[in-house]
């Protein structure tokens, strides 16, 4: 093998051309390649060029900040944004709400099997994920805005099977982050929070006659690396960069844990408990949902405090926490860490993760209740001005055996009390989640009732369960006046089951439940 060219972060940038499609690693605020992306930036700012990119990424990245996706946020510098998340990049959001660049979104999941696709040049990536959601063309395509015209996404039937095919283009120039590089250009990631998409980018990249650049924090002698480490070989890099410390954070503004690699492991025993709030309150209800030995996934939010609910219950070993970044087991972490694990048993490439949860592999999944209408369609990817995306949510969703959608009933100053075993609504929120239509159809209730997918919808005051006939009332909490505080809190008129149960009382006594016994 040939020695690797190593040269500097302003180097790279000029290695990218007007016109280039760019694919960036990174998972919300870990490995991003930042101090690529910086020089990049700069040198748009500085002259004007490279101009006119498709920037192409699978998860969310950055801080909302400046950082990650956000450095791409200058008119002019991108003309195409091919995203999965972009609520990080609220930069890039603004762009797109403005129409003033082309934008998609795509789920996170086929994005990461989107890359494995370009470098087996395969016609596309051919699935049912994202049937009936926005990213149907019967439903937009993906495209997030009026100046978006080419269809990236095509409704096909196959074996009498409708499918969706996601087509793919050719990668010219790719921005990765590993940890450390041989002379050769090996790298590996052994001090990140996962492989993520690196090999399959630097694949796609390569395979498209593009130029794979990698940033690392040091290079170390030629063959001197574990080859069961170096998830990026040398054969497809075709420049180093080595990053200062602060480029190299495993995740921005963190200093390295050797927990979320799995180099050492740390007691999490005493994870405390949490205040008895609306948000417990559905964490509780929400975690009775839960099947022994259940494989899960925890949305951000609400979802997170389930974590919580099992620890101070003691049944956290009846339950395997898993985070699409990769991990399987262990203790998910949020903010900046977002992504990562502690004491995981594995961690698995982005894409391989996506492999399992497309195929059913999740007994049950936990996520964030927003927009929700009658027929069960569920929106958290787009509200008027603001851009979230969809990340893996539609992965997820469309896919896991159950799915319990976790949120309070109302937004916006909602504040509650728990008295002798009731729920009181001290303050209503201002803004109703359960609304005639959604703007954004990131769940699809027609999909799910199709497949006959289970679906309840927990707030601390009320769960509904997705029945054929729609959005149906099955359980009240006590205390909670049916008419004012929940039917006329919401847009439309729910079903409601004929046994309308109350919500166990144990949830709302600042007590064990005792959910190890039952």
């Known amino acids: 093998m040939k020695k690797v060219r190593v040269i500097t972060a302003e180097e790279a940038a000029l ?21 690529l992306s910086t020089a990049l930036e700069k040198r748009f700012l500085e002259t004007g060029h490279p101009r006119d990119l498709t920037l192409f990424f699978a ?62 040049h395969n016609i596309g990536t051919i ?27 095509k409704l096909i039937e196959i074996e009498g099977e409708e499918r969706l095919l996601y087509k793919g283009f050719p990668i010219n120039v790719c921005f990765l982050r590993g940890s450390y590089a041989d002379e050769y ?17 630097a694949q796609a990249t390569k395979n498209s006659g593009g130029k794979v650049i990698v940033q690392v924090e ?27 410390i602060e480029d190299n954070m495993q995740c921005l503004g963190m200093p390295y844990d050797g927990a979320l690699t799995g180099e050492f492991r740390i007691p999490v025993d005493a994870i405390p408990a949490i205040p008895l709030d609306a948000k417990k309150i559905l964490a509780r209800r929400a975690a009775m949902e839960l099947p022994q030995d259940a494989i899960v996934n925890l949305g951000t939010g609400a979802p997170e405090k389930i974590a919580n609910v099992a620890a101070e219950e003691g049944i956290s070993d009846k339950l ?82 159950k799915v319990v959608y976790c949120g309070t009933f109302t937004a916006k100053g909602l504040k509650t009390e728990c008295r002798d075993g009731k729920l009181v609504i001290t303050q209503e929120g201002s803004k109703k989640k359960f609304v005639n239509q959604v703007e954004h159809i990131t769940f699809s209730g027609v999909y799910a009732n199709k497949v006959h997918q289970p679906v309840l919808y927990v707030t601390e005051r009320a769960v509904f369960e997705l029945r054929p006939e729609g959005v149906t009332l099955i359980e009240i909490a006590p205390g909670i006046d049916l008419q004012t505080q929940v039917l006329d809190q919401m847009e439309f008129m729910p079903k409601i089951a004929e046994d309308l149960k109350l919500m166990d009382e144990r949830i709302f006594k600042d007590e064990l439940m005792g959910l190890a016994n039952d």
């Not at 040091?218 to 063959?223: L, P, S, T």
């Open 15 to 35: 290695m990218v051309n007007d016109g280039d499609t760019v694919s960036t690693g990174g998972f919300v605020s870990c490995a991003c390649p930042e101090a």
């Open 59 to 120: 998860a969310g990245q950055g801080h909302r900040d400046g950082t990650g996706g956000d450095h791409y946020g200058h008119e002019g510098l991108v003309k195409r944004v091919v995203g999965g998340h972009w609520d990080r990049a609220p930069k890039l959001g603004d762009l797109a709400l403005a129409n003033k660049i082309e934008a998609y979104n795509l789920p996170q999941g086929v994005i990461t099997h989107m890359y494995r696709d370009i470098a087996a």
């Open 127 to 153: 699935t049912h994920v994202g049937l009936y959601t926005f990213a149907d063309p019967r439903n937009g395509g993906g495209k997030l805005n009026t100046c978006t015209k080419e269809d990236l996404v």
């Open 185 to 201: 250009g090996n790298c590996t990631v052994h001090r990140e929070i996962g492989p993520l998409d690196v090999t399959a980018q």
């Open 218 to 244: 040091k290079i170390v002698q030629g063959g001197s690396l574990d080859p069961k480490l170096v998830k990026i070989p040398g054969i497809y890099v075709d420049a180093i960069v080595v990053g200062s």
């Open 320 to 401: 395997t926490l898993t985070v699409e970044a990769g991990s399987i087991a262990g203790v998910p972490y949020g903010g900046t860490q977002f992504g990562a694990a502690a004491n995981s048993m594995a961690i698995l490439d982005h894409n391989v993760q996506f492999d399992f949860y497309q195929g059913g592999g999740l007994d049950v999944a936990f996520l964030g209740l927003a927009e929700t209408a009658p027929n069960g369609d569920l929106n958290v990817s787009k509200f008027g001005t603001r851009l979230a995306g969809a990340g893996g949510f539609i992965d997820i969703t469309q896919n896991a055996k």
